[in-house]
């Protein structure tokens, strides 16, 4: 028999007492499997509780919850403090839910404090004094190099490099050809400027 929902819900409530997140298996694990599920979306729809990540929750307006534009000021002074110029959106993920830091990455990048370059990748940015369009404050190759490295891939001279630095070729490299040792299947670029990756022989 299928319990009451209401009572359901009472129970998966009381889990959050102590506060803190938990499992979608760790809730009223004696219940009907879709009951729970469907208890667990109203009371997120509710306001009740807020999910966190893939089957985990917590309660809502627990103290480990940061609203969205104190995660968007602590993105804002991790970014100012760094030294790194590439940032992977999981260097953020400590300062609140999924969603949340995604709502804050998109301010940062709304108000020019960072530039999305590729899946997952930003790049720390200021406006530009000639467009006034946000734009990464170094250039796309070493942009690319330290994502590349970010990624735990190896990055080698281009054919094109090699070429130039051994006098077989006159033309000075624009650097973005890089060549890199792993198969690497993402873009990097930003605003239609874009690096060619190339298999490093």
């Known amino acids: 028999m299928v319990e009451n929902m209401g009572t359901l819900a ?10 803190g997140t938990l499992a979608r298996a760790d809730l009223a694990a ?4 879709d009951s729970v599920g469907r208890v667990l979306g109203q009371l997120v729809r509710d306001r009740k509780l807020v999910r ?5 929750y917590r309660k809502a307006g627990a103290k480990t919850a940061q609203p969205t534009n104190t995660i968007a000021d602590a993105i804002e002074k991790k970014i100012r403090r760094s030294k790194r110029n590439v940032f992977l959106r999981s260097d953020f ?25 590729g899946y997952g990748l930003y790049a720390k940015a200021e406006r530009s004094p000639f467009t ?4 990464p404050i170094v250039g796309i190759k070493r942009l690319a190099t330290e994502a590349l490295g970010r990624l735990g891939k190896t990055v080698a001279p281009s054919s094109l490099d ?8 006159t033309q000075v490299p624009t650097g973005r050809v890089i060549a890199v040792k792993d198969r ?18």
């Open 10 to 19: 009472t129970r998966i409530m009381d889990r959050f007492a102590s506060g």
């Open 30 to 33: 004696d219940a009907d499997y």
């Open 52 to 56: 966190v990540g893939r089957g985990r």
């Open 93 to 117: 993920a400590s300062l609140g839910s999924y969603d949340a830091v995604g709502r804050a990455l998109r301010r940062a990048t709304r108000d020019g404090r960072l530039v999305q370059i």
């Open 132 to 135: 006034g369009k946000p734009a």
């Open 162 to 169: 090699e070429a130039y630095n051994r006098g077989r070729s």
């Open 184 to 201: 690497v299947s993402r873009r990097i670029g930003y605003d239609g400027n874009y690096v060619l990756l190339q298999r490093a022989g």
